[in-house]
């Protein structure tokens, strides 16, 4: 299994479905993902069963360059990794 360079349908976005994520999903049962990182979370946000008091931030994976959410606001200069770069470590 190699990465997938895959486009938001939502934003227009390109992002990349590591590995790792694909697994993921296909152990759930789950086809690959149409929307990017944000976009699911903001679809997940529009369900109020789903939806949480917590504030989460927009902001852009160093390693992938993929967009992500970000439960603290991400500081000028400091990195920032998506759920998928900071597992692989």
Do not use: E, G, L, T
């Given at each position: 299994m190699i990465?997938?360079?895959l486009?938001?349908?939502d934003c227009g976005t390109d992002f990349v479905f590591?590995?790792?994520e694909q697994k993921s999903f296909a152990d759930l049962g789950h086809s690959d993902p149409v929307r990017c990182q944000v976009c699911r979370?903001?679809?997940?946000?529009?369900?109020?069963d789903r939806a949480t008091d917590k504030e989460f931030f927009e902001g852009v994976c160093n390693d992938c360059n993929s967009p992500t959410m970000l439960p603290f606001e991400p500081k000028p200069g400091k990195k920032v990794f998506?759920?998928?770069c900071m597992r692989r470590g």
């Open positions: 990465a997938k360079d486009n938001c349908r590591h590995v790792d979370f903001k679809k997940k946000q529009q369900n109020p998506c759920r998928s």
